[in-house]
Structure formats: C-alpha cells, structure tokens
C-alpha cells in the first residue's frame, strides 16, 4: 500500500529527499495551478513555471528566437508589463501560444518539486482528471500533495483543494496509506463539499481578490472537475497537458 503526504505549505518541501520514488501534486488554487489549468483548457501549448518575475524577463529575453506571454503576480500585485494570472481573462488569447508565468507561492513550489519522478498542478478545476491519470499511471510510489500556502502561512483554499483530490483519488479505488495531514484535509472536503465558493472568498486570499472586484474569478475556480485536462511538469521545464502530450510519461 503506498503512502499518501500532504505538506502545508511550498516551504515544507525539502527537495533532497524528492526521487524516482515520490510523485508531487501542487495545489494553488488561487491561482497558479487554477491559472495553469485553465491556461492549456483553453489551448495554450505550455506553461513554464519560474520563480520571479526577474526570472521569467531573463527567460524571455534568452529565447528571443521564440515568443512568450508573460504573466504574473508577486504578493498578489500583477508585474508591471505582464498579464494578471486571472484564469478567466486568458480565453482566446493562449491559443496555441508558449507562457512563462511566475506566481508568489504556486510556481515555486512546482520548481521546488521537480527532482520528483513526476510533478502535476491541480485545482478545483481538474483534480478529477489528475487524480484518474495518476492511478493509471501509479506503481506505488509516494504521492506528495503540496499546499502552496500563502507567503509562507497555511491557507485554506488550497488545504480544501488537497481534500477533494484526495477525495477524487480515493473514488479510482486507489489503496494509499493517508498520513494525518492528508485524511485532515480530507475530513474538511468531506464536511465542507459543497460549500468550495463560500470557503474560497472567506479565505484571506480570497478576501483579497473580493476587494481587487474578482468574485468572478472565485466563482470560476470553485467549479468541481470542469476540465479533462492533466498539468505535468516536464523535466522541470514546462507544464504540459499529459492528456495531449505525444511524449511517453
């Protein structure tokens, strides 16, 4: 029986101990790996994941052969000459095209997790999807859930999040051992299951994107499995859908 761990926040994650033997999943729900769904949802090629925004500008500007979205948010400000990460704003404009993205907590922790045999970003949006991959896919490895958390504090939304993959993985009748941690966060989703919008917007991130005027963008993210869509972060480089990829995973 494998072992299932959920880490609370992006700075738990110690990559020394990160191998051929532990699958990640991180979770930003609001709203990096929200963003990162809904990004190749809506067509986009890939996602490549840096950790600031000094990062992504040296990134573009090294492959200037080649043409990139920037977006981004640090402490929840967009960059200045990027696109905010707001999900809803990239449909029709991501088609086909290559984005660097760079986030507070969500990108990080996805590079912080890429010694791992396989890395995957899941939200609200797409945890159902992730979670069936995962168990077709699952040679009893260790599975890593990944919080994000909010500059270094706990967050709720992302903890929900955890739950109901956690929930979904469990329905794909996968056996896993569940460390108390994750079988917490399990027993929130479980108690709290249809309340995902009310959880998000009460949340102190989710107060803050009230006040910035995105309920939409709450509302949006808090919509269960809408996308067959399977973020993998590829040789630490790009997130790619696995659903579409050509290459074996």
């Not at 945890?127 to 260790?142: C, F, G, I, Q, R």
């Not at 956690?166 to 108690?191: F, M, P, Q, R, V």
């Not at 590829?234 to 790009?238: A, Q």
């Given at each position: 029986?494998?072992?299932?761990?959920?880490?609370?926040?992006?700075?738990?994650?110690?990559?020394?101990?990160?191998?051929?033997?532990k699958l990640v999943v991180v979770f930003d729900v609001l709203l990096a790996t929200s963003t990162i769904t809904a990004a190749l949802a809506f067509g986009a090629k890939e996602v490549i994941p840096v950790m600031n925004g000094q990062e992504a500008v040296q990134f573009a500007n090294k492959n200037m052969g080649k043409e990139f979205i920037l977006i981004g948010e640090y402490e929840g400000k967009t960059i200045e000459g990027f696109l905010a990460p707001n999900p809803l704003d990239l449909k029709g404009i991501v088609t086909d095209q290559s984005i660097v993205l760079s986030t507070t907590n969500g990108t990080v922790a996805l590079k912080k997790s890429q010694n791992a045999k396989r890395v995957y970003?899941?939200?609200?949006?797409?945890?159902?999807?992730?979670?069936?991959?995962?168990?077709?896919?699952?040679?009893?490895?260790?599975?890593?859930?990944v919080c994000s958390g909010t500059s270094g504090q706990f967050n709720m939304e992302d903890f929900y999040g955890a739950g109901?993959?956690?929930?979904?993985?469990?329905?794909?009748?996968?056996?896993?051992?569940?460390?108390?941690?994750?079988?917490?966060?399990?027993?929130?989703?479980?108690?709290?299951k249809e309340?995902?919008?009310?959880?998000?917007?009460?949340?102190?991130?989710?107060?803050?994107?009230?006040?910035?005027?995105?309920?939409?963008?709450?509302?949006?993210?808090s919509k269960k499995s809408i996308f067959n869509v399977v973020p993998i972060f590829?040789?630490?480089?790009?997130v790619v859908n696995a659903q579409t990829s050509e290459k074996t995973i």
């Open positions: 029986m494998g072992k299932l761990h959920l880490l609370m926040k992006k700075e738990e994650i110690d990559d020394r101990k990160l191998n051929d033997e970003a899941a939200s609200i949006l797409n945890a159902n999807a992730v979670a069936n991959h995962l168990s077709l896919t699952y040679k009893d490895e260790s599975i890593i859930l109901y993959f956690i929930d979904c993985l469990l329905n794909e009748t996968c056996h896993l051992d569940l460390s108390d941690s994750a079988k917490s966060a399990h027993y929130l989703y479980l108690g709290m309340k995902s919008n009310e959880i998000f917007a009460e949340s102190n991130v989710g107060k803050l994107l009230m006040l910035y005027g995105f309920e939409e963008e709450i509302k949006f993210v590829e040789n630490g480089k790009s």
